[in-house]
């Protein structure tokens, strides 16, 4: 009796409790906000789908969510803050001298999409690089719902250059950069969930918009299986990139792969941190959760920041299907690294999977086909 009266006070207080949080009637008159500050990020939000990402998970998503770690990686914490204040938009407001770094190369059109939000919505331009990355991964089947937190200061110097780790790159180069940063290499694994969905415009001449895996309008874990994946025939180099590429079976059928994703997926203190997630969706949607949460406060202290999660949108479903080597490929063209054993997956049937280029880049996704 005594135990049950308890368990009903208990109950009753947290309902209490609930209720009395009281949410904010937002100037919009749509929405309500459990803080008067996060208003703006709700209206950002709707912009941002209805005029910037068109809700999908398309070109202009995928570069946003590019963005959201270029700027943030301008950090050093030997260097100190002169170096950079990693995610304050810096990107953004010295955007002509950080472009000078070959390793920015085709974020522009990222800069050029976000920055005139800055003139109509009341927010930082380090806030409005990390929510549009929360806001535009959303739309990607799979996806996790990212934090977001508001209220970091306007950057006052540009990023160094140099600071953003360029995908030929030795990999204990490119660990060391993440380390200065605050990263571990399991960490820069989860980061690269990102290039489930990540395509290029720059790496190869004359070619928008090159995938990095076959299914590059959805957030799944084919990135994962597909680098690992052996092959002989290479993409053309892109000029002054001629060590970007790698064998890649893949290839002629329009996807691409970086020598630094090659080289990180076999390396002895990562292989195992890539290889998990291969066909482990919640897995990975974890980690790439927990990851971008560290990297969006990359130079602020987080407790002085305001939790505005609930402005990013919930992010579509999954599609629910299992990892499978596409058709063309098999178990046999695996370049294992891991000890662990590999999981055993399916191989799709037909002709030799084909990967759509988009015409000109165009970010409609009726041309460019999943």
Known sequence: MVFKLTVGLLALALSVSAASIKRVACP?????AT????????????????NKFDSQCAEDAHEALRLTFHDAIGFSKTGGPSQGGGADGSVILFETIELMDPANNGIDDAID????????????AGDLVQFA???????????????????????TVPAALGLVPKPEDNVNKIFARMGDAG???TDLVHLLVSHTVARSDTLIDNRQAVPFDTTPFTFDTQVFLEVLLKGNETLPPASGEADAQVPNPLAVQGAMRLQS??????????????????????LMMNNFQQAMAKLAVTGHDASKLIDCSEAVPIPQP???KAATFPAGTGPKLVQQSCPQPFPVLKTDPGAPTTIPECI???????????
Not at 38 to 50: I, K, P
Not at 114 to 124: G, I, R, S, W
Request: net charge negative.
């Open 28 to 32: 919009d008159g749509k929405h309500t």
């Open 35 to 50: 803080n008067a500050a996060c208003c703006v990020f709700f209206s950002l939000a709707d912009e941002l789908q209805t």
């Open 113 to 124: 999409n976000l920055k005139p939000l800055l003139e109509t919505f009341d927010v930082t």
């Open 133 to 155: 990355g929360a806001v535009a991964v959303s739309n990607c089947p799979g996806a996790p719902r990212l934090q977001f937190l508001a209220g970091r200061p306007n950057a």
């Open 183 to 185: 990263f571990s290499p």
């Open 261 to 282: 994703d090659f080289a990180i997926a076999h390396d002895s203190q990562t292989a195992c941190a890539w290889q998990e997630m291969i066909n482990n969706q919640q």
């Open 318 to 320: 999954a599609v629910k």
């Open 360 to 370: 000109d880049g165009d970010t409609n996704l009726n041309d460019c086909p999943s």
